[in-house]
């Protein structure tokens, strides 16, 4: 089978996404030289990214060699033990390889990948939640000022009260 090319595959999905090479690099956490590299068949990207661009990849033949392009990155990474029955007839496995050292250490890379990313979005959703309240706070205050009300201030402390300041 031949191998797929993979500078080609990011490319077409790449430019499927409409997005530039800076903006996949962000996608996918990764720098816009890391993304050149890839495009122009220097380097490959590892198979944390090839999932999470699987992610954002919308249906279609782009989608197709990329799924074919991460299959062979799996194959590469941790090929499939062949398992041949012992001499009593039970399946004896293969010792631990290099294969699964790969992909242990790929899957602690997409751990930590995705860590960053849900970090990344829990602070986007706070700064979205901070901005909701403040646009509704401008839409009380506007709808107040077209009535031709100004906007309630603080209530004075009564005069037998102690008066703090912040």
């Not at 903006?23 to 490959?44: D, I």
């Amino acid at each position: 089978m031949e191998e797929m090319n993979a500078a080609k595959v990011v490319k077409k999905v790449r430019e499927k996404l409409e997005v530039s090479q800076e903006g996949l690099a962000r996608l996918l956490n990764a720098t816009k030289g890391a993304v050149q590299h890839w495009e122009r068949g220097r380097n490959r990207p590892d198979l944390a990214r090839l999932l999470a661009l699987r992610q954002l990849c919308p249906a279609g033949a782009e989608k197709k060699d990329l799924e074919i392009l991460i299959k062979e990155t799996q194959g590469r990474v941790a090929p499939l033990p062949t398992v041949q029955p012992g001499p009593d007839g039970k399946i004896v496995l293969p010792p631990v390889g290099e294969g699964l050292i790969l992909l242990r250490r790929e899957n602690n890379k997409m751990r930590k990948q995705v860590a960053k990313l849900e970090a990344t979005l829990k602070r986007r959703d706070e700064k979205l939640r901070i901005l909701e309240d403040l646009i509704k706070d401008l839409h009380r205050d506007l709808a107040g000022a077209r009535a031709g009300q100004v906007p309630a201030a603080p209530e004075p402390a009564p005069s037998g009260a102690p008066q703090t300041t912040e």
